[in-house]
């Protein structure tokens, strides 16, 4: 990731509606759909939308359609990479070390 995208993945996550849909998505290995994320977080439905763009934008999650149904899932390789990318610019943790922590 460079500067930019790890900005940008950042301030996607700043967002308290869209932190808690990256860590309900985290938290679901086969995905949610839209509107089953908005009735677990109690969100409008098209006030979601707006979050899960901007978080789909930086790479942080993506969708799939399943039918009628876009179903979305966090993207860890992504997700480890932003936090290896904080470790390693604000952490003074070693990219070695960074990778070793985030592999998998």
Do not use: P
């Amino acid at each position: 990731m460079d500067e930019l995208e790890v900005i940008s993945a950042l301030r996607a996550l700043g967002e308290q509606t869209r932190w808690r849909v990256m860590r309900l998505l985290v938290s679901r290995k086969h995905g949610m759909a839209a509107g089953d994320i908005a009735g677990t977080l109690k969100v409008r439905q098209n006030t979601l939308s707006s979050h899960i763009a901007a978080l789909t934008r930086c790479g942080l999650i993506d969708g799939h359609r399943q039918g009628r149904k876009i179903v979305y899932s966090a993207d860890l390789r992504n997700a480890r990479r932003l936090a290896a990318q904080v470790l390693i610019n604000l952490g003074d943790v070693s990219e070695s070390a960074a990778g070793k922590l985030f592999r998998k």
